[in-house]
């Protein structure tokens, strides 16, 4: 029963095409598990003091506009945690203990019963699928019986819409050396050139030959900048 639902749900998600035909199946899927509403959004990383997000859910419109306008991307709880964490989040007082008027407002649309949960790329994306409902709370027992189901489509509606709302930060920039790698680490470390022309036993304009070839491939400014952005977009480990 369960593979054919999924098979389903697989099936009618290749038909579809468009970021909004898409999350029409992932919300028909939720309410399959007990929710009426659901909403996906996608974090590019990088660079880190521009993030890019994009939204989409089915939430009432004034809800959408309104959590915009209030700025609540910025205090949400349950975003600070999926950028940390790919653990399950499960809406309560105690989450929003730190944003009360925006779980107040969100409770007041219907929106008071719910779970968020991230899945990480190794490029610097991470996407949070939610899924909310107006009423029964959210138990452990419940949880526990569609746990196969819930991680299921968080997984399936994050590899269904990451790549139509963001494309990876990887993109044009070519694989670095090994050298360069090595370099970026050893910088990463708090080294300087001379240190790691000594500890890696070449020479200091060798070093610094590589580095600019790496900054010059990351699209940043210093070495610094390239040791961060490629740490950040996993090329470094």
């Known amino acids: 029963m369960m593979k054919d639902w999924t098979q389903d749900v697989l099936a009618r998600l290749s ?10 199946q992932i919300s028909a899927a939720a309410r399959h598990l007990g929710f009426e509403h659901c909403a996906y959004g996608l974090r590019v990383l990088v660079p880190l003091t521009r993030p890019k997000t994009a ?3 089915t939430y009432d419109s004034r809800w959408n506009r309104r959590y915009l306008d209030a700025g609540y991307l910025d205090i949400d709880p349950t ?5 940390r964490s790919g ?20 409770r007041s649309f219907g929106l008071r019963v719910g779970f968020s949960q991230s899945v990480f790329e190794a490029d610097a ?19 526990r ?5 819930l991680q ?6 994050h590899r269904a819409l990451c790549p139509l709302l963001g494309e990876s930060p990887l993109k044009g920039i070519p694989p670095l050396k090994r050298r360069q790698v090595e370099l970026l680490r050893w910088t990463g470390d708090g080294k300087t050139s001379d240190e790691i022309a000594s500890i890696v036993g070449i020479s200091k304009p060798t070093v610094e ?18 040791a961060t952005r490629a740490s950040r977009l996993g090329l470094l480990n």
């Not at 038909?15 to 898409?22: F, I, L, N, R």
């Not at 991470?126 to 419940?142: D, F, H, K, N």
């Not at 030959?209 to 610094?224: C, D, E, P, Q, W």
């Open 209 to 226: 030959f590589h580095f600019r070839n790496a900054i010059t491939s990351l699209g940043v400014n210093n070495k610094y900048a390239a």
């Open 87 to 106: 653990a399950p989040v499960i809406w309560s007082n105690e989450v929003f203990r730190t944003a009360p008027g925006l779980w107040d407002e969100a």
């Open 152 to 157: 299921w489509l968080v997984i399936t509606a």
């Open 55 to 57: 939204m989409l859910s």
């Open 145 to 149: 019986a569609k746990d196969t189901l």
């Open 125 to 143: 994306r991470v996407g949070m699928l939610s899924l909310a409902r107006s009423c029964e709370s959210l138990t452990t027992a419940e949880m």
């Open 15 to 24: 038909e579809a095409s468009e970021p909004h035909q898409v999350l029409a």
């Open 79 to 83: 975003v600070a945690h999926g950028v």
